[in-house]
Nanobody, 123 residues
Framework: QVQLVESGGGLVQAGGSLRLSCAASARTFSRNAMGWFRQAPGKEREFVARIRWVVGDTYYADSVKGRFTISRDNAKNTVYLQLNSLKPEDTAVYYC????????????????WGQGTQVTVSS
């Protein structure tokens, strides 16, 4: 059973930064990509960023490009999301997920999910 556990969320003022972490419990499982998604109240879950596990290249939603950075530590089996220049509209529950598809950006392509971590940005 694969478990993904997020941490690092919290309350921050606009313009501030947070670093989210996602630790995977299993050393090996089918994951060509790890992604971050977010869901704000009353809105659908949306793609934020994705990293290919082996190659390490990244892809971002336009709304976070230049402000957020996804990275991974293979040895620690952990993926990170650095959130800079935060805006109130970034407020959401952030989820990490794994996919067997290397260029996955749709939530339907991800099969393992964490429980989510709340990020709240005050104005």
């Amino acid at each position: 059973q694969v478990q993904l556990v997020e941490s690092g969320g919290g309350l921050v003022q606009a313009g501030g930064s947070l670093r989210l972490s996602c630790a995977a419990s299993a050393r090996t499982f089918s994951r060509n990509a790890m992604g971050w998604f977010r869901q704000a109240p009353g809105k659908e879950r949306e793609f934020v960023a994705r990293i290919r596990w082996v190659v390490g290249d990244t892809y971002y939603a336009d709304s976070v490009k230049g402000r957020f950075t996804i990275s991974r530590d293979n040895a620690k089996n952990t993926v990170y999301l650095q959130l800079n220049s935060l805006k109130p509209e970034d407020t959401a529950v952030y989820y990490c997920a794994s996919s067997q598809f290397s260029i996955a950006t749709s939530s339907r392509e991800y099969n393992y999910w964490g429980q989510g971590t709340q990020v709240t940005v005050s104005s």
